[in-house]
C-alpha cells in the first residue's frame, strides 16, 4: 500500500528532523522510528494522532537508550515544526494539557508493545564491520571515498521505511555497506578472487537475494523522497 | 573470504608503506643482520600475514646496541618475536627491509616499543585471527559477538570517532535532512532559551505589580522564581536587586544588579540602581568611619557613571572631611611635639 507507506514516509521524517533538532544520537532516533513502526503493526492507523505517537516514540526511545529528553524539549521542538517561526509556547493549560498526552499515549505505546522496546540495531555491527573492511582496503582508496560516512547515512535514512523489522541486523548493516560501496564503484580486493563473497564473511546467513531485497527497499524510501514535497 | 595465497601477497605488497609496524619471529641470524618471517602487522593496515611466508630483512646497523662491547645481534635468538618498523620496501621483487631504530616510525607512533615483544604483546586482532583459523566452527560473527568489547556500552561512541562519523551533524542522503540547512533558532536549546526568558519575565511582572502595592513577600516570590526558571534573567535581577535596596539589604542588591549589568552592559536602570545603591552604600560606610571602604564606593559609582553628580558630590565632601582630619592629626603631632 504506497498511500500508507507515504504517510510513514512523512511523520518517520518528522521524527528523524526532530531527532537531530533535540541533539539525538542516530541510536535512539533509530529506536524512536522502530517503536513508531512496530506500533502501527498492531494498531489501526486511523483511530490514533500519527504525529502524537511520534512525539511518544522519541520521549520512550530516550529512555531506553539511556538520552533522557525532557517534554518540554519534544514540545518545542515539534510545536516549532508545524508552525514555523512562532512564538515559544507558554506555560498555560494547552501546555500542560499536551505534556500530559504524550506521557498518556508513551504508558498505551508500552502497553501495545507488551513493553518489548529494546532492540538490536544494525548499527553497532555495520561500525565493526566497517573497522575489518578498513583493514582490507587500501589506505589511500579508503581516505579518498567516504564509504563510512555513506553507510551510515543510508542506515539511519533505512527508518523511513520498516527495514528494521523485516530484516536481521547484521544483514541491514551489511546490506548498506554493500550499497555504500556500490554507489562509489569500490571493489573490495580480490573479490574475483575469493571463495567466499565478503559479505558472507560477515555473516554466514546472508544471501544474495536478501541483499538485493534489501537494497531495492531503500531504493525505494529514497524515490519517496523525490515524490513527496 | 579465502582468497589465494598469491592475490593476499600481491595485495600485501600494494599496500604496505614506510612506517608501518610489523610483528614477526626471526628465522636466521647471519653477520649482515637477521631474517624475520612476518606475521601480522601492528599498524595502518592490520592484517593476519601469518600464512603468506614473507621475510623480511633487518641490516646490522638498524639493530640498536644493548650494551657498550660486543655484537648488537648477540641478544637475538631465533624463534624471537619481534615488533620492527619498516624502512624500505621493494614492491616488484617483493622484499622488505626493517629497522628495530624508532627513527623509521612516523611521530605519532614513535612511542611504540620496537625489538623483542612477548606473545601477550600480539595484537589481539591477530590472536583472534588464530582462532578463527584453527577453528572451523568458529565465524567472524560468533567471535565479535562474544568479545568484550562488544558489549561494552562505550563501542560505538569508539567505533564512530575511529571513522571518523560526526553525530553532531549527522549525515543523510535525503535532500530534507540535510542538518546544515537547518536554522539554529529551530533547535531544542534555543527554543528552550527564548521560552525561558519569556516564562520568567511573566513572573517579573507579577511581582512588580505586587511590590506597587506594598506585598513584598509574595514579589520576592515572584523574582526568585522567575530566576529559578532563567537564571541570568536580567529584568528580574533588577527587580530584584531593587527590592532588595528598598529593604535595605544593599550588598545583596549590588550583587544583583552587577549581575544583571555584567549580562547585557545596556541596561539602563540596572546601571542607574547601582549607582544610587553604591552611593547609599558608601553613605553607610561613612556613617561607620570606613573611610577608604566608602571612597572606593563612591569611585565606582562615578567609574560606572561620570555623570552622577550624587557619586561627585558625596567623593568630594568624604575627601574634604578627610583632608579637615588629616590637618587635626598634624596639628596635634605639632603641639606635642
Redesign the interface.
Known sequence: QPQLARVHFRVT?FI??AG????M???PIATACTIYHKFFCEINLEAYDLYLVAMSSIYLAGKVEEQHLRT???I??SH??FN?SS?????DSRFWELRDSIVQCELLMLRVLRFQVSFQHP??YL??Y???L???L??YSWQRTPI???A???L??SY?GGLCLRFQA?HLAVAVLYLALQVYGVEV??EG??????WQ????DLTKPIIDNIVSDLIQI?AM??EIP | ????SM??RE?FF??I?RGDIVIGRISSIREFGFFMVLICLGS????DISHLEITALCPLRDVPSHSNHGDPLSYYQTGDIIRAGIKDIDRYHEKLAVSLCSSSLPPHLSGIKLGVITSEELPL?YRRSVELNSNSLE???NI?ESSLG?VNPG??EF??E????D??N????????Q?KN?SEE????A??K??SA??AL?CVKIGVDYFKVGRHVDAMNEYNKALEIDKQNVEALVARGALYATKGSLNKAIEDFELALENCPTHRNARKYLCQTLVERGGQLEEEEKFLNAESYYKKALALDETFKEAEEALQKLHKYMQVILYFLLEIECCVN
Open positions: 521524517r528523524m528532523e537531530v533538532k533535540l541533539g544520537q542516530s541510536i518540554r524539549d519534544i518545542n521542538v516549532r515544526y514555523p512564538e515559544p509556547l507558554e506555560l548499527h553497532k561500525l565493526h566497517l573497522i575489518s578498513k583493514n582490507w587500501n589506505r563510512s560516512v555513506t551510515w547515512a543510508l539511519r535514512d523511513h547484521q580486493p580480490a578472487e575469493a571463495q567466499k563473497p565478503w564473511v560477515f555473516s554466514d529514497y523522497d523525490t | 573470504m579465502e582468497i589465494p592475490d593476499r595485495l600494494r599496500d608503506e595502518g593496515i592490520m592484517r586482532y565465524s567472524y560473527e565479535m562488544f563501542v560505538v567505533l564512530l575511529k571513522l571518523g562519523i553525530e553532531t549527522p549525515p543523510s542522503l535525503m535532500r530534507g535532512l542538518s537547518f529551530d533547535f531544542a536549546s527554543l528552550r527564548k521560552q519569556s516564562w511573566k
